[in-house]
């Protein structure tokens, strides 16, 4: 098969120069990198063709529900409830607008700077990617579940996006080569993998020696009130959940959250002192936390990529003992950000 002058336009459009030559095959060492055809992206070592599925490259051969039981389940789950909602989103402006007045994304935008390659891992329906391109940034966001990458790329063609990308892609067997990207974001997805330690692991490899990788999970503590929650939701419906009572509007984007937060079928708990652990394997230096550690340099911090101390155990149990009172509230997602050594 020859590449077409339509095929390669398609593919510009898709992706970035920049984001294409950090992918490879799946399962296939980095020297198998891929080139556009018409309709997919094929190894230029093997000649094994992946294809577009909806527009979107799908570097995930095989069914994942087959390889691994436990995977196959969250897939089917976010292929019935792509996350995050678009609603009242659709339009760019809109999207901008929301990522800069939340403190989080303005902050991480602000710390990322310009001209950065990032890879965000599990990127859902891509909202955090579109926002991050910002800047001249270029991102590369993968996730498992065609139908949230249908929602990113249809924002992306409506909104003639340029700088973001999207491909499907299974965090434990990532087709991008090791060591390409600046900035490495994992938000809210490795505790819904069966083993989240490993799937660290996968995604600390793809970014430069030097680049940063941040991680966002679910706290240990934090996530003792959802879990209460969600035996009584049944019986109290959506409005026990402070998210819909305050901050949602639209009937369907809180089912979709309701969904996430109450009936999902595999999430794992996780600690501050687990994931220094995680940067300690994996040769990762520990920058910052967000929200901060209590009684540490990261209180006073003026930017996410900071590098600040610690703390130690018991600064640590405090702080996340205090997130019971706020991020307990949202979701109680924590983010821990590093530098990896090289
Ligand atoms: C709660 S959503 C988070 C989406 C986005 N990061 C956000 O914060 O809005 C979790 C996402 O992780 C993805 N995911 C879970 N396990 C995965 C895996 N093994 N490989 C790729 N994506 C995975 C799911 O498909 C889903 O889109």
Redesign the pocket.
Known sequence: MTMTAAASTDIREAFPPSLLACLKAPGKPDSHGLEPIEGGLRDNFTGNVYPFLDSVPSLMPGSIGERDAK?GV??DF?EANP??SYEGLEEFGELVAKGSSNPFSAQLLEAIGYNKLIL?????TG??SHFLQLNNNHVLG????LA?LRLAVEHKQRNGLRRSAFCQ????DLAIRDGTFDVVIS???LH??PDART?FASIVRKAKPGGIVMV?LYNRYARIPTWIRAHLIGIFGARIDPVVRERIADPRKAAIWIA?QYRNPLETWHSLDEVLEWFEENDVEYLNASPAILGTSGETAKGLFERTDPGNRYQRLVTQLGWLGSIAREGALFDVIGRRRG
């Open positions: 995977t969250v897939r976010y996350f995050p965000e891992c599990g990127c859902g909202q955090l993968v996730d498992m579940t949230s892609m299974n965090i434990f938000h809210g997805v819904h993998t799937a966002g996430d």
